[in-house]
């Protein structure tokens, strides 16, 4: 087979690492790629927002299946124009999509087929906004409706802070139309988990759960970024957990789609607060996490090209398990200085080599370039460092030894990525 791969972040890095494990693969490509995905899959230089451009290669090259890495071309709708063009591509249509693309939409599917999650309201008045948050008090926390780069939730502490969100999003516009509807809703108190599925909207299979590292800074101080780090499994996502999250969450969530007239194909990611009064949805995303994936797919032993396959045809009842790896899987980001503000570029970076050498140790890329025989640095997260162990507290020790490896000009990182699992 044929893949192409859309997308240039850790997450496509992981996507085709494992993609290439497959038996049933020749040739991968990537669109638009990076430094690290160019060692395993011939990159080029098509736009991951380029539908038209992605579909023209596709039909060109022959592609069997491509893979969608960011959530900008699935709200784009580039699913439905390679279905229309004949050919398969893993991940959910336009409609599907809003699941990500508009909040109003995703809570207002939640609130329609009983999906646990905060209490909420949604507005398009600036007034009306700050009228609501004087009634209900902080915390609270404001959503821009619409994709937002990952920057368009704020948890504000205070009154004032929650009227400056709004202020920011509704009249200073700074996430454009996606502040023109903004939701408020009630701040929920406890532990995050991701959980993912693969589903083709009837048959639905479960990744391994993993947690993110949202803040900048150690024991989530600071400032809220991409991902600074995950791990899996999430050990406080405990089997029955796990079954409540799948009944209340995520059947819910796909079974009311369907009746909406929209079928999912693809992976569904639902982020969960795991609350006093159970597990909670804070959001859907329509793809694969990042950096939650490249802590997964190093665990997971089953064929992922002949399960997204499955999923695309809607024959996944064919695949009726996945088989994992039981050891621990640790990913620490590495940054450029800056991030998750203004960051520098073009930064060589060194001991790739030897901290690749350690045994069960991948590096991921997520923003580098080559230039020549050198790596460069060319994104504010630069490279996802992942270690295999048998318990968390192994991975974690044998992924910052490969960490110590590698260096670059003001490289952060941070040091505690997975120590919530210790406690
Ligand atoms: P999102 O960009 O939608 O993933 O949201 C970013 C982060 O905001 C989440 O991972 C949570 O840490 C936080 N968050 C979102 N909604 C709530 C909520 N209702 N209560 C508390 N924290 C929230
Ligand atoms: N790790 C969160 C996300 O992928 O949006």
Redesign the pocket.
């Known amino acids: 087979m044929r893949i192409l791969v859309v997308g240039s972040g850790g997450r496509e890095h992981a996507l085709v690492w494992k993609i290439a494990q497959s038996q049933l693969v020749d040739k991968i490509f990537c669109a638009p790629g990076n430094g690290g995905i160019a060692q395993l899959a011939e990159c080029i230089d098509i736009r991951a927002d380029d539908v038209f451009g992605l579909l023209e290669f596709a039909r060109k090259e022959k592609i069997d299946l491509t893979v969608v890495g960011p959530e900008i071309p699935l709200a784009l709708g580039i699913v439905n124009e390679f279905i229309k063009a004949g050919l398969k591509i893993f991940g959910p249509n336009k409609r599907a999509a809003n699941l990500e693309a508009s909040k109003v939409f995703s809570k207002q599917l939640m609130a329609k087929y009983n999906v646990p999650t905060a209490a909420f309201e949604v507005f398009d008045s600036p007034e009306e906004a700050k009228k609501y948050i004087e009634k209900i008090g902080a915390p609270c926390v404001i959503k821009a409706d619409g994709l937002a780069a990952?920057k368009g939730v704020v948890v504000a502490k205070t009154i004032k802070e929650a009227n400056d969100a709004v202020t920011s999003m509704m009249q200073d516009k700074v996430f454009g139309d996606a502040g023109k509807k903004i939701i408020i809703e009630e701040c929920l108190i406890g532990q995050e988990a991701?959980i993912m599925v693969i589903t083709d909207s009837k048959q639905v299979l479960a990744l391994a759960s993993a947690q993110?590292h949202?803040r900048i800074l150690d024991n989530d101080q600071g400032a809220n970024t991409?991902?600074m780090g995950?791990y899996s499994p999430a050990s406080i996502v405990t089997a029955d957990i796990l079954v409540e999250v799948m009944e209340k969450v995520i059947y819910r969530t796909i079974d009311g789609l369907a009746k909406e007239g929209i079928g999912y194909r693809g992976v569904l990611?639902a982020?969960i607060m795991l609350t006093k009064e159970g597990p909670k949805a804070l959001e859907f995303?329509v793809r694969f996490?990042?950096?939650?994936t490249e802590a997964i797919l190093p665990r997971l032993k089953s064929d992922l090209v002949e399960v997204m396959m499955a999923a695309t045809d809607g024959q996944l009842t064919k695949v009726k398990n996945l088989f994992w790896d039981p050891r621990a899987c640790v990913c620490v980001v590495c940054a450029s200085g800056g991030y998750p503000g203004n960051y520098a570029k073009d930064k060589e970076i060194k001991g790739l080599k030897e901290a690749e050498k350690l045994n069960d140790i991948v590096v991921f890329h997520s923003g580098t370039k080559k230039a020549g025989n050198k790596i460069l640095t060319s994104g504010g997260r630069v490279l996802g460092v992942t270690g295999l162990g048998s318990t968390i507290e192994d991975a974690i020790n044998k992924t910052y030894k490969a960490v110590n490896k590698i260096s670059f000009e003001d490289m952060h990182f941070r040091r505690d990525i997975g120590s919530k699992a210790l406690r």
């Open positions: 990952g991701s993110d949202k991409g991902g995950a990611y982020g995303n996490g990042d950096p939650e």
